[in-house]
């Protein structure tokens, strides 16, 4: 006993002297295995509960070395450890698998001493398993939240459904997509994501072909037309599968396991989740409970992409049924053009308008209510007929105008917010060719006047006067430029020159390079490529825009003419 004396001698006895005896005793009835190691790697005391974890007697052990005794330990955490501790004279703690128990976990720790090693070992499968299902409920709940924040509080609602395959990876999977049927009854992959780094392109490929490849018996399809969760290997769905690109995506992707969860919502399925499983993992109870409440969120979040799309289509079928052709004059040539917002949601209050005073005078208008939802279409056509009755009835100018629909504003609409720019042709007092331009500008991006040449000319500072809604009694002043034929003054919504990532100056900027090359172009094509270069696709905002190019003519307007205009 004197190696266990020897080792232990630094610990103090509580009360009068510690006996061999005792702490043999001790040592034995210890529900954690201890050894002792002379300098030499030799076992020298091994009690029972470390003759149980070797399975080997401890009369078989005793003497022999450590790394003989249990060649799998060389190379090991266990041997990393051992050694640095007698070589830094500093006790070590570390925890590992046992060999042979992949699934177990011990606690060990190393003592160095004068004449060798003391080594504890302490099974901690049941505390690390323990701690993991802490770890795992915490990132359950954790994920049900951020599910629920990012599919409520996003705007592009679609948008959040296609990263939602993000947010279950690698917590409850190890590959997921996102699956939702459109409002014309298409199913339609519209996110994916994998916890292996190599396997997200893979997965992206995948979820461009297989919908158009899956058998009907597959789990996806079961799921869509049954509304029930499906469970099958992945070597099952593989046997369904013609061979071709989706077949061959599925096997580079080797999940083991398929679980298809229907996304579900007013008694309909609205899409699915599809959950691959690699080898060797499975699904608890409360890892599927914590599946089957993602899926439900994401079910009611397509219903609202439903709604949103519903609530798009009659703001925007309202916007053009108030957005009406410009009247036919033979002073110059009008060309219109609306683009709706890509995101359902951003369905707006743009508006143009072109119509004449009653003593034949073109009056342009271009307008934008605050907001982004059918309240503010709606709100857009009511300031829309109230400039056109106040400017028709008073025949008043641009700013007196836009004075009067303040002031209707103020009484009639007093919780909305607009800009607006209204302009007007006038004959040139002296010059027969030329016209004269008034405007006058409520808080609206400025108009640009652009020469035949092709130079451009900002009318009014970058943001024009005070804003319709916040004091009508501000004045408002006018502004007047002579136009000469074969000119262009072009009126537009904030939504063309408005990008993200971009800087209003730099989208200004834009538009006047553009205007300058467009500037001989016919007015209809100008307006099509003008919307090409400066929107390249659909916009993130409605886009409205007035062209008017004065035609080469008479001092006196004709009260009626060819047209010579078109509408977008």
Known sequence: MGEIDRCLGSIPAPRGELHSADLVGFLEAMPAAFCLLDTEWRFRYVNAEAERLMNRARDEVVGESLWTA???LSGSLVEENCRAAVATGRAMSFETAPHG??????EVRV?????GLAVYVLDATDR???????RRATARTALLSHVSAELAGEVDTEAALSRLAQLVVPVLTDGCIVTVIDREGRARDVGSWHADPDRRPLMQRYTLVRMDSLPTASPVAQALHAGTSVTQPVDAVLRLMRPGPSRDLLVALHPATAV????TAEARTVGVLTLYLDAGRTLSEEDLQTAHQVAAEAGRAVVRVHRQSQQAQLAEALQRSLLTDPPATGAA??????VPAAEAARVGGDWYDAFRHRDGTPVLVIGDVVGHDTAAAAAMGQLRALLRGIAHYSGAGPAEVLRGLDEAIADMHTDTLATAAVAQLEPAVKDGSSRRLRWANAGHPPPILVAPDGSATVLGGPIGDLMLGVDCSAERPESVIDVLPGATVLLYTDGLIERRGSTLDEGMARLVE???TLAGEPLEDFCDALLERMVQGTPQDDVAIVAVRL???EPNYPQESGSGLGHG
Request: aromatic share 10%.
């Open 551 to 553: 035609a080469d003519l």
């Open 70 to 72: 249990f060649p799998h």
């Open 333 to 338: 040539e009008i060309v219109v053009r609306y």
């Open 111 to 115: 003592w160095p001493g004068p004449d």
């Open 128 to 134: 690390r398993a323990a701690e993991d299902r802490v």
């Open 101 to 106: 128990s992949p699934e177990g976990w011990v």
């Open 260 to 263: 298809v969860l229907p996304l």
């Open 514 to 516: 553009h205007l300058g």
